[in-house]
């Protein structure tokens, strides 16, 4: 088969985990006699850089062509300290994620059998912990008016969603929920937000048509204290956007490390993979960074773009036996135990 794949490394350590997927891709390609074709296009602070803009046509037009995106991460330092700074790298984010019309993002949280101990929760907690959260990704507060009033005094940013918007994300979550165990958590704040409530509502229309699903509706305060109980309780959550933002990031170090989960945004064009894992400028260079979300983001595209499951499991399995194995960066093991970013990358491409 013929693979079409946009390569997006962007900013901070991006570029270097892509660079590891990219081998191990080619790798699992090879073994199975597929063909990659990789079109690098520019992104975030890189590109402002390059090209003035976050997520230039160009590159819309690259990633609109591709059968899938690879993604690494968008930010830098020297905006975050900078409120008036009048384009930042994650605008680009936001206008690539609605100009492919990704309304979706799955963020799955799981652990590895060898890590069990390396997760800030006690083992009896996390023990089979596997979940998805499905984050609506091109509504709500992120896409709302916004602006300033009264002499720059007074801000405000608006939070609005239609059913049509929820629907679509629910109706994935149902779907997901009938593959899985069959539950169905929607989380919201609908004691107090008009936005919450129209969530409910609908997401309660629809439970006649999957009959089979339970579906239970809890707030976002008490999942956030949840998770950290009770991870291993939930199966499929739907949210909306600023919720998922933070209950994914939240999620994502139960497994040991917030450098080992992937995700899939999907919706009406392309499908893009990235790790859930940000810019991490501090590492960047140093060829530290931990690859292994990376790879597994690029399992979950062989798997949901192409419908290569068998090539997506050999990945698995490989990051698995990495793991055993203690080939592991240094936010896994002991520094003098660690393996750089580069070395697990081979590594994984020789074993896969
Ligand atoms: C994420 C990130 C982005 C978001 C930022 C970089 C805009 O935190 O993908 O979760 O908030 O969606
Ligand atoms: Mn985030």
Redesign the pocket.
């Known amino acids: 088969m013929k693979l079409n794949i946009a390569l997006l490394a962007g900013d901070g350590i991006g570029p270097e985990v892509i660079a590891q997927a990219v081998k191990v891709s080619d790798a699992v390609a090879k073994k199975f006699g597929h063909e990659i074709n990789w079109t690098p296009a520019l992104t975030g602070a890189a590109a402002i850089d390059a090209v003035g803009e976050p997520y230039p046509d160009s590159t819309h037009e690259v990633c609109m062509a591709a059968d899938a995106v690879l993604f690494g991460a ?2 830098h330092p020297r905006f975050d300290n900078d409120p008036k700074a009048t384009v930042r790298p ?1 605008q680009g ?2 206008k690539m994620r609605k100009k492919l019309g990704l309304f979706a993002n799955v963020r799955p949280t799981f652990t590895f059998p060898s890590l069990i101990d390396s997760s800030p929760l006690k083992r009896e907690r996390i023990e089979g912990t596997d979940m998805i959260i499905l984050r609506e990704l091109t509504g709500g507060i ?1 896409f709302g008016e916004r602006g300033r009033l009264d002499n720059g005094n007074t801000a405000f940013d608006t939070c609005t969603y239609t059913r049509a918007e929820i629907q679509r994300l629910a109706k994935l979550g149902f779907e997901m929920a009938m593959t899985r165990s069959k539950r169905l958590c929607c989380v919201d704040k609908a004691n107090v937000l008009e936005t919450s409530r129209l969530w409910r509502e609908t997401v309660q229309d629809m439970e006649k048509d999957y009959p089979e699903v339970k579906v239970t509706y809890e707030f976002v305060d008490a999942v956030a204290m949840r998770l950290v109980q009770w991870p291993n309780t939930y199966d499929v959550m739907i949210t909306e956007n600023l919720f998922g ?1 933070i209950l ?2 939240e999620a994502s170090v139960i497994s040991g490390s917030m450098g080992l989960m992937p995700s899939a945004s999907i919706g009406v064009h392309t499908s893009l993979f990235e790790p ?1 894992h ?1 810019s991490y400028p501090q590492a960047a260079g140093k060829d530290i960074a931990n690859p292994l979300a990376t790879v597994l983001s690029a399992a979950m595209m062989f798997e949901d773009a192409f419908k290569l499951k068998e090539e997506a499991e050999a990945i698995r399995a490989v990051v698995n036996k990495s793991l055993a194995e203690g080939i592991v960066t240094e936010d896994l093991v002991g520094k003098n135990k660690a393996y750089k970013t580069t070395e697990v990358g081979d590594w994984l491409a020789a074993n896969v």
Do not use: R, S
């Open positions: 968008i930010g994650e984010l936001l992120y933002d994914t990031d859930i940000g």
